[in-house]
């Protein structure tokens, strides 16, 4: 009869902890909030953040206008596509290197390889920034948060080169 209680003691407190660690991991997920975007720093920082939180319009309100600025509808379309690849990774903005109206923000992708015994993958990478109007703007940033697409400028007539269209093979008529 002891025996019985003990073990229903040891249920219950694995219970316990199990919900204590689900309801931890819900109210952090959500923890994360802008910060001010008046620095290289910041404007990298609530970029990603606004993708990871799927506010496009946001993010795109960050990114550089030039001639090689895509549509809003062109921006969500690359993001939406790509989503798996933004949900599998870790985002560690660190600091900025301003030189006049250019800045370089240091930006670590943390990919979890899966191994709870092995470290994560950890790829060091930089993003970039212009001062346009006063405010830091984005002209690249690391994959999977930017499209390499978006950089390209093409002569006017001229586009990314497509992919082949394969040839239709010719039908023979049956006599």
Do not use: C, H
Request: no cysteine.
């Amino acid at each position: 009869m002891k025996s019985d209680r003990f073990l229903t003691a040891i249920l219950i407190g694995i219970g316990v902890l199990a919900i204590m660690a689900l309801a931890l991991f819900f109210v952090r997920r959500g923890g994360q909030d802008y910060i001010a975007d008046n620095t290289p720093t910041g404007v990298t920082y609530n970029f990603i953040l606004a993708i990871e939180r799927a506010d496009y319009e946001r993010a795109y309100s960050y990114v550089e206008q030039s001639a090689a600025k895509p549509t809003l509808e062109q921006f969500r379309i690359s993001f939406i596509s790509s989503r798996s690849n933004i949900t599998d990774v870790s985002v560690q903005v660190g600091s900025a290197e301003i030189t006049g109206d250019t800045a370089n923000v240091s930006v670590v992708l943390i990919y979890n390889n899966g191994n709870p015994f092995n470290s994560a993958n950890r790829q060091p990478q930089t993003g970039q920034l212009t001062r346009q109007n006063g405010s830091w703007k984005i002209v690249q940033m690391a994959y999977p948060f930017w499209d390499y697409n978006w950089g390209q400028q093409f002569p006017p007539g001229k586009g990314p080169v497509q992919p082949a269209q394969p040839v239709p093979a010719p039908v023979t008529p049956y006599p």
